[in-house]
């Protein structure tokens, strides 16, 4: 399941970028007219993630001799954003927060894609309220802002409104239809179990997709979708025909390590893990190291990568990211459950999710409280989501009430999703699920 609002739910930072650059100034009478021309600034290398650097610095020579561009601050304000996601250093946002702070100066009235570059860091933070409220105030101004659909979308997804984000999700497909809106209305269909409507939509939107780092993203989420579903030898073509397209895209190369682990080939899982994390060390990656490390004995090399996810949560936090739900889920398994506890309420706070609610019923399992686990678990579950963890959590809590006909029932069902899932975490579901089965 793509998880991580910004490595799925925002990989239409392409079509984010491309819309902070677009009519700058233009308020629309009609919602439902068609836009005018895009102008400004040409957002086409902003698109192409080999060129990001050289437009970072072409747009900071500019702004050193007119500082007064807004739309350019604004512009370099969502590639900082990009550069945030492509590398996987959070310290970029504060630079991004700078860079569209100092566009509003410049043009504090009706400077729409200023306020759509900040939903999309917001966003990018997991500040998914501010997001949402950032998004709404572009869209006050321009309706087509297709940066501010895309993430209005992804903060009601996020905040767990998930009618509210299919009503907007209609809309932005009204105003701005494209792969931004493909992307995600195949992600609404796989929340919601309609895994083959999901696959169909991203094979349509594969058909028009031209861009590589497009191409790339749709192939990887295709290939997700068929290794979950066991389909393993069409998930690896579909991987080698997106890192043709996209050499350094970290979704793909992530996607294969997952591969190897469905195919039972740990070594080579390690070995791109390590890559990944050397590359990019998002927590997610370095998790997935350690839990992989955990699994197969090596319990000082787990240790360490525990860590460095340690580490870089720091330094996320230290860069306005809401860390709650990652440190949650990690603090749950590997490490303290009354740090997991107030980690969980605060994330299930902010947002009502089906993320959310798993992260607190984990915790309050952790914790020995399995029947107030036990609702939020299935809240957790309410819409038919085929994410393997969300199945494991729950069956754990069913079993840990003594229903061992629903947890043996749900911790199948989990186990059946996905056989790229951490191999420590099927393990730790496979010995509940022989326990409630003997």
Do not use: C
Not at 316 to 340: I, N, P
Request: glycine content about 8%; overall charge positive; aromatic content about 6%.
């Amino acid at each position: 399941m793509r998880r991580s609002a910004l490595l799925a739910l925002t990989a239409s930072v392409i079509g984010i970028v491309l819309a902070v650059s677009g009519a700058f100034a233009w308020v629309g009478s009609d919602p439902e007219a068609p836009p005018p021309p895009v102008t400004g600034m040409d957002p086409a290398a902003l698109a192409t993630a080999n060129d990001l650097d050289a437009v970072v610095a072409s747009l900071q020579d500019r702004l050193h001799t007119q500082p007064a561009d807004a739309p350019a601050w604004a512009t370099l304000g969502v590639a900082y954003v990009e550069q945030a996601r492509l590398t996987g250093d959070p310290t970029y946002y504060p630079k991004a927060a700078g860079a569209l702070r100092r566009s509003l100066a410049e043009q504090p009235d009706d400077n729409a894609p200023a306020l759509a570059g900040r939903a999309a860091l917001a966003a990018a933070r997991h500040q998914f309220g501010r997001a949402l409220q950032a998004s709404r105030a572009a869209l006050r101004i321009n309706p087509y802002e297709l940066g501010a659909l895309a993430v209005r979308v992804d903060a009601l997804t996020e905040l767990g409104r998930y009618s509210m984000a299919l009503d907007a999700l209609a809309q932005a497909d009204r105003r701005r239809p494209g792969l931004p809106v493909f992307a995600r209305y195949s992600y609404a269909r796989e929340l919601h179990g309609r895994t083959g409507e999901a696959a169909e939509l991203l094979r349509r939107a594969l058909s028009s997709a031209s861009a590589p780092a497009d191409r790339a993203y749709l192939l990887t989420l295709l290939a997700d979708l068929d290794r979950q579903a066991g389909r393993l030898g069409v998930a690896g073509a579909a991987l080698s025909a997106a890192l043709r397209s996209d050499p350094g895209n970290l979704a793909a190369q992530a996607s294969q390590a997952r591969l190897a682990v469905a195919r039972g080939e740990l070594d080579q899982a390690a070995r791109r893990w390590r890559d990944l994390v050397s590359a990019a060390p998002l927590p997610e990656y370095v998790l997935a190291l350690g839990e992989l490390y955990d699994a197969t004995g090596r319990d000082a090399a787990a240790r360490a990568q525990y860590r460095v996810l340690e580490a870089t949560a720091r330094v996320a936090r230290s860069s306005g990211v809401d860390t709650a739900l990652e440190t949650a889920h990690y603090q749950a398994d590997h490490g303290s459950a009354a740090k997991a506890l107030t980690a969980a309420r605060a994330a299930y706070g902010s947002a009502s999710s089906i993320w959310a609610a798993d992260a607190l019923a984990w915790a309050l399992h952790r914790s020995g409280r399995d029947r107030a686990a036990l609702q939020l678990a299935r809240e957790a579950t309410r819409l038919g989501t085929p994410d393997a963890l969300l199945w494991i959590h729950r069956g754990g809590i069913e079993a840990a009430l003594g229903d061992e006909v629903s947890a043996a029932r749900h911790l199948r069902r989990g186990l059946s999703y996905d056989p790229g899932l951490s191999v420590w975490q099927a393990r730790q579901a496979r010995r509940v699920l022989a326990a409630v089965t003997r």
